[in-house]
Nanobody
Framework: QVQLVESGEGSAQAGASLTLSCAAS????????MAWFRQAPGKEREFISG????????LTARSMQNRALISRDNGKNTIYLQVIRLKPEDTAVYYC??????????????????WGQGIQVTVSS
């Protein structure tokens, strides 16, 4: 059974940085595209960043290109998301996702088969 479990700081001050982790089990992470999304109250789930199975190629939403960094450690079956210069508008539930059907990082949530339960991140000003 595939499980993705997000962890990390749940709150931070504006201007600070945070790192989230997503530990995968029940799959071989190197075979999957993995990505981070987030969803703020009343908004649609939005793509942040994704990484290919080997960790050699990433794609980051334009709005986050200067502040978000995705990485993966396939030995640990884990991906990470670092966000710097946090803003209150970064407050959202952050999700990791995995899929291996399309070969490249997809930016739409419907292209991901497996999802974590999400982790609330609150950024205070």
């Amino acid at each position: 059974q595939v499980q993705l479990v997000e962890s990390g700081e749940g709150s931070a001050q504006a201007g600070a940085s945070l790192t989230l982790s997503c530990a995968a089990s029940g799959l071989t992470a190197s075979s999957y595209i993995m990505a981070w999304f987030r969803q703020a109250p009343g908004k649609e789930r939005e793509f942040i960043s994704g990484v290919n199975g080997g960790g050699t190629s990433t794609l980051t939403a334009r709005s986050m290109q200067n502040r978000a960094l995705i990485s993966r450690d396939n030995g640990k079956n884990t991906i990470y998301l670092q966000v710097i210069r946090l803003k209150p508008e970064d407050t959202a539930v952050y999700y990791c996702a995995a899929d291996r059907r399309y070969g490249t990082v997809q930016t739409l949530s419907r292209y991901y088969e497996f999802w974590g339960q999400g982790i609330q991140v609150t950024v205070s000003s």
